[in-house]
């Protein structure tokens, strides 16, 4: 007798989006105003967050800015939502890690003061800076990811050792992953000092000899002293560099270069990767917050102002680090990311995000 049941078709498991919220404010002249917004955003989703209990260690992850700038996150803005949260816990804290790069803030000395005088000292917010790489950036916590990269990946361990996460990002620009949001603040943000350097390596620029006239503008830049001057000729010390992509700029003879087309692939990819080994460290207990204003071509790491590549859109949340960052690239037009940095892709770190299980970039953007 013949089977005449039909064989099932294959399941294809499609995911759901992923929920964005989004809280417009196209006018940032008022410090109260924005300080509203962003608590007000905050409670249209706090019914959906569970992690924030008495007694938990809750870090609040945002960068100071470097020395000069003016781009980052104001603590003004910041303040009804630290009161807020303080009544919830009282182990809240700030938590932000050293930089690669030799300025002030590549110690824990030199970043708590950039941090005070950019408004985050104790007697403004209430609440202590933690940097969670230590005083040197050496503080790293080994956490298993298996990614195409990296088996494990280094992350601060102030970061893994804390119950749960509010990572609140600038989106910016970058020069060696076109787009900064989320996905930066968590993947090279949390990471330690070996950690960063390891995600650099393999963008690091090459010198074309005949084409160098030793006008020594790139050591002049170089933050981490990696280039020196033999013979009228620019020597790269390979071990120091970061591979920040200053020198490159600041070049006028296009003698110093970085190989984009495969590093900045990779380099994307790596940063990814260490935001898993993030997000896996505290257990999924993150919520992400993007602000989407004065989006500039560079990140707030360049000590300098920086006229905006386009208009002020507000605050997105989210619990989906891929999914905020996809929405971020959106709603600014992704365009914007490409003309300011043509040989890079940003849409990489949302691919390999979702390839890694990260999170999905497909979003339903709901306005609060
Ligand atoms: S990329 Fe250039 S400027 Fe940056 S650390 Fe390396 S050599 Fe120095
Ligand atoms: S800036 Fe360019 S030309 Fe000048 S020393 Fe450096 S690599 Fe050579």
Not at 129 to 140: E, K, S
């Amino acid at each position: 007798m013949q089977n005449h049941s039909k064989k099932s078709a294959p399941q294809i498991k499609i995911p759901p989006p992923s929920k964005v919220f989004l809280k417009r404010l196209s006018d940032w002249s008022s410090d109260q105003k924005i300080n509203e917004t962003v608590l007000s955003a905050w409670q249209n989703i706090e019914p959906l967050i569970d992690f924030i209990t008495a007694g938990n260690f809750v870090a609040i992850k945002l960068t100071f800015g470097e020395e000069g700038a003016s781009g980052y996150i104001k603590s003004a803005w910041l303040s009804g939502l630290i009161k807020h949260l303080k009544e919830k816990t009282e182990n809240l804290f700030i938590a932000e890690t050293n930089t690669l790069y030799r300025e002030k803030r590549s110690n824990a000395v030199g970043h708590l003061q950039i941090a005070s005088s950019h408004g985050y000292g104790l007697e403004r917010t209430g609440i202590p800076v933690i940097i969670a790489d230590g005083l040197l950036g050496r503080d790293g916590q080994n956490i298993s990811i298996r990614g195409d990269h990296f088996e494990t990946v280094k992350i601060a361990r102030g970061i893994c050792e804390s119950d749960s996460m509010i990572c609140i990002s600038h989106v910016t620009g970058h020069m060696q992953s076109g787009f900064a949001g989320t996905l930066k603040n968590l993947g090279m943000g949390c990471a330690s000092r070996q950690g960063k350097l390891l995600q650099h390596s393999g963008t690091l620029p090459e010198v074309t000899l005949e084409k160098c006239v030793g006008c020594g503008a790139c050591m002049r830049v170089c933050p981490a002293n990696a280039i020196g001057i033999k013979k009228k000729k620019a020597i790269l010390v390979k071990e120091r560099c970061i591979g920040c992509g200053e020198c490159t700029v600041v070049c006028r003879s296009g003698a110093i270069d970085i190989k984009y087309d495969e590093n900045v692939v990779k380099f994307q990819e790596k940063m990814v990767e260490y935001a898993m080994g993030v997000k896996k460290a505290l257990n999924s207990r993150v919520v992400y917050l993007n602000f989407i204003e004065h989006v500039t071509k560079n990140c707030d790491c360049m000590s300098k102002d920086e006229t905006p590549i386009a208009p002020d859109i507000g605050i997105a949340l989210s619990s989906d680090p891929v999914a905020i960052d996809k929405a971020s690239m959106d709603l600014v037009g992704i365009e914007k990311f490409k003309e300011a940095f043509p040989e890079i892709d940003p849409l990489t770190q949302i691919k390999h995000a979702e390839k890694i299980k990260l999170g999905i970039g497909q979003y339903e953007l709901l306005e609060i």
